[in-house]
């Protein structure tokens, strides 16, 4: 069932848990993500990054696909079809692709920009009935070649962009793309902690959930935090069943070269972390 995200995010905030946000690159990780979020009675967000969005032929493309998969499967849980670290033209696009949730990612430019671009594009947001994310500070790490130095988000700027009318809030609080180096000094739970209360309670968003210690995950949940975005997790799952497979030689046995077939222990081991994150972050049975 397509939705926008804002009332699951606002049930995930007031259930003291988060709904994952897993982002697809093709039909066996959107398959993979939503029967798992079928299985589990669990509200679900599928993540689109720009780069993704263009590798799957454009957004109208992805846009198209989720809507039929979920129809063709049965999916009643609460599914948002959302832009990830969206730039200003690329939210618009996906506004008219049909999406059904957006993220503005206007951190790397001066908070007066960012405040002027983000308030038109929570009106046009609102206007076509879909959800908003904005983001102040940046995650560390890169993504679709965008990077990122981890700055700590300043609270008097969230609480200026989430003044605007967003419906939740990426924050920058140490946390980084892709896999956490062994010097990583962890999640920056004061700044949590000020950017929650300055922000007037809005859902917050822990990007990079890759790699994140189960602890962390529960207490950036107990302040505020309402969605999770994970995309590397399930990368390197879906690569590591994949090479087993090969390697096992099970491609040259009969017709394992199948695509069907060689695709099928990726598509496993993705559902087998969507599994574990949903089952972490709290959100089963909350559909």
Sequence with gaps: MLVNATNMLLKARDGHYAVGQFNINNLEWTKSILLTAQELNSPVILGVSEGAGKYMTGFKTV????????????????VALHLDHGTYEGAKACVAAGFTSIMFDGSHYDIDENVAKTTELVALAHDHGLSIEAEVGSIGGEEDGVV?????????????????????????????????PANWKGLDFD??????????????????????????IKKAISLGVSKINVNTECQLSFADATRKYIEAGKDLQG????????????????KATVREKIELFGSANKA
């Design 148 to 180: 990122g130095m981890g700055e700590i988000a300043d609270p008097a700027q969230c609480a200026k962009i989430a003044g605007l009318g967003i419906d939740f809030l990426a924050a920058g609080i140490g946390n980084i793309h892709g896999k956490y």
């Design 63 to 78: 846009a198209a696909m989720v809507k039929a998969m979920d129809e063709s499967l049965g999916i009643t849980v609460p």
């Design 255 to 270: 017709k394992g070269f199948d695509p069907r077939k060689l695709l099928a222990p990726g598509a496993e081991a993705i």
């Design 191 to 216: 700044a949590l902690d000020k950017i929650h209360a300055s922000t007037n309670n809005i859902p917050l968003v822990l990007h990079g959930g890759t790699g994140i210690p189960e602890d962390m």
